[in-house]
């Protein structure tokens, strides 16, 4: 194992194979790192932090937080229309790692992962930190933007379609699979599902080439990390406006198909992790954007009522106890 800190981050985050990209003045074993971006763009940034018990499950692999911690951070840019660029790491490792392995065999697996996502969206590591405690991983991310400043949480107008870019409640059955509960909607499934939920949600796919596509087109939009409930109320309140969710249009995760319906709505809507993008547009701008991307679904439409309802096909409101991940619940 490494003997220090300069150690550990010489041999497993400073691979001369990693990207290297060409607005990188001064990267990894500086105090600081120092960037050019391009002066026809704006920057933006995001930072999201994953803690082991709360984040993922504590015998998550290492190579699976390794993906996750940088894809959600991706999904943000993503969600503003951004390209990436450049993002920071800050590594928290306990004394025993997760399943008793070395912590030169654990950081291995990780840095692999991670490099291997950022080689695939030409992001380079540019600097970070390392310390002792429960496993967290912290990563800031930026990339670059158009002047106008990309897509926006507010700007949704009544009579927008809402669309969601595939599907939904993979995920979330995931997470129960991997935490043995719930056994009642996942005892249905086969072990190819299982494994299905499971990478759906230990590698989510950041929606970067469909997020710049949208630029000019979607009048809001955000990604689904918390649940389609939670997240899409971000947008009904800085919009100022209300919606309609029309349930049977919800595109449910193929690995719900055995449970029942309404549990496969709960897990569609609540559940979390899926990082699609949700997004708003006019009505006429609809069959462009369709013909395009045929697997994005259009599950309801942006009211003037300052109200979300969710609708099953007869016209009955669907109610729910629960509205999704909260971060302090």
């Keep these: 194992m490494p003997g220090s800190e300069f ?3 010489q041999s497993y985050f400073s691979d001369p194979e990693q990207v290297s990209r060409s607005d990188l003045i001064l990267g990894i074993g500086d105090d600081c790192a120092i960037v050019a971006p391009r002066k026809q763009s704006n920057l933006a940034f995001s930072i999201d932090t994953l803690i082991s018990g709360v984040h993922f499950p504590h015998n998550t692999s290492a190579d699976a937080i390794a993906y996750k911690a940088l894809a959600v951070n991706l999904s943000d840019l993503a969600a503003m229309g951004a390209e990436p660029a450049w993002f920071t790491l800050s590594l928290t490792l306990p004394e025993v790692m997760p399943g008793n392995k070395a912590r030169d065999e654990w950081l ?9 996502l950022a080689s695939e969206h030409n992001i380079q590591l540019i600097g970070g930190d390392t310390t002792c405690g429960p496993l967290s991983i912290t990563i800031q991310i930026s990339g670059y933007v158009n002047k106008d400043g990309g897509m926006k949480r507010a700007g949704a107008k009544p009579g927008d379609r ?10 979330a059955i995931g997470l129960d699979i991997a935490l043995g509960q719930n056994k009642e909607h996942t005892g249905c499934l086969s072990e190819a599902d299982k494994q299905l939920a499971l990478r759906a949600l230990n590698y989510p796919q950041a929606k970067i080439k469909e997020g710049i596509s949208l630029q000019g087109i979607a009048h809001s939009a955000l990604d ?18 209300g919606a309609e969710i029309f349930l049977e249009q919800l595109p449910l995760s193929g690995v719900l198909a055995c449970v029942d319906k309404k549990t496969a709505w709960e897990k569609a809507l609540t559940g979390g992790d899926d ?7 006019a ?20 009211t003037a009522e300052k109200d ?10 669907f109610k729910m106890q629960k509205r999704g991940f909260d971060h302090f619940g």
């Design 275 to 281: 990082y699609e993008l949700c997004f708003t547009l």
């Design 224 to 241: 689904l990390s918390d649940g389609l409930i939670s997240d899409l109320r971000h947008i009904l309140i800085a919009s100022d406006v």
């Design 283 to 302: 009505e006429e701008d609809w069959p462009k954007v369709r013909q395009q991307y045929p697997e994005f679904i259009a599950i309801g439409m942006i």
């Design 108 to 116: 291995e697996e990780f840095s692999t992962a991670l490099f291997a």
């Design 308 to 317: 979300l309802r969710l609708l099953e096909a007869d016209g009955q409101e």
């Design 7 to 9: 150690q550990l981050i």
């Design 162 to 171: 809402i669309v969601v870019t595939g599907p939904l409640g993979a995920a």
